[in-house]
């Protein structure tokens, strides 16, 4: 089974703090993204990377960059943190490169619940 | 991608089959359904997907109309780790974006 693993369940940082998520997956997908999920907003997509270095803005991109130094690993920043990144953040992969292969099922982590105080 | 439409909750009594049901009138010929699922401080689970024809795997089958204007997951028999939230989405096959939108799903509670 593919495994996604998100380095952290529940993260407390402080506003103004620069905030690392880290995700890795073993099954050597091209494609990962990075989410937040809050309440009554459903599922939005932050950032997404379908190779190494590469990246492409998801929906709600501002306050963060990403990361993808190596396939397996791509990692969430956030810059200064603020109080209205405090969500559940989820990182997903999947097969396939770009528009292709867009109907491979993405496998999601378990989450990190921030915090920003 | 195009719109979708399930009840906001159903009831199941353990080990009885569920039947979950999506309208998605508006289904262009490229997409594809997906369904996922949240398990309560977990995040999404792929269950299965499809186009035309009705499709099983180890967690559920995915029977879709004839003209393809709505779907329904069956999960054959309930078990107490099957309540959650479950998400019919509908996906184009040239999405470049390759994102998932989900709307409010359907969220199952199961009865022991």
């Known amino acids: 089974d593919v495994k996604v693993t998100q380095s952290s369940r529940y993260l407390v940082k402080r506003t103004g703090e620069k905030v690392f998520l880290e995700c890795v997956q073993d099954?050597?997908?091209?494609?990962m993204f990075w989410y937040r999920q809050d309440p009554g907003l459903g599922l939005r997509l932050i950032y997404f990377?379908?190779?190494?270095?590469?990246?492409e803005k998801g929906d709600i991109p501002e306050g963060y960059s990403v990361s993808r130094e190596k396939k397996e690993r791509f990692s969430l920043i956030l810059e200064s943190a603020s109080t209205n990144q405090t969500s559940m953040y989820l990182c997903?992969?999947?097969?396939?490169?770009?528009?292709?292969?867009?109907?491979?099922?993405?496998?999601f982590g378990d989450g990190t619940r921030l915090s920003i105080l | 991608d195009a719109k979708t439409t399930q009840p906001n909750s159903m009831e199941s009594n353990e080990e009885e089959p569920v039947h979950l049901p999506c309208n998605h009138s508006?289904?262009?010929?490229?997409?594809?359904i997906h369904w996922y699922r949240q398990l309560p401080s977990q995040g999404p689970e792929y269950v299965i997907h499809g186009l035309t024809s009705n499709v099983n795997n180890r967690m559920a089958s995915l029977a879709i109309a004839e003209d393809r204007k709505s779907s329904t997951l069956i999960l054959h028999r309930a078990t107490l780790r099957d309540a959650a939230v479950y998400y019919c989405i509908l996906r184009d096959s040239w999405d470049a974006g390759n994102m998932l939108t989900f709307g409010g799903g359907t969220r199952l509670m199961v009865k022991p």
């Open positions: 508006t289904i262009s010929g490229t997409d594809y």
């Open positions: 099954m050597d997908h091209e494609n």
């Open positions: 990377s379908y190779d190494v270095k590469m990246k």
């Open positions: 997903a992969s999947s097969l396939g490169r770009g528009g292709v292969g867009t109907n491979q099922p993405q496998h």
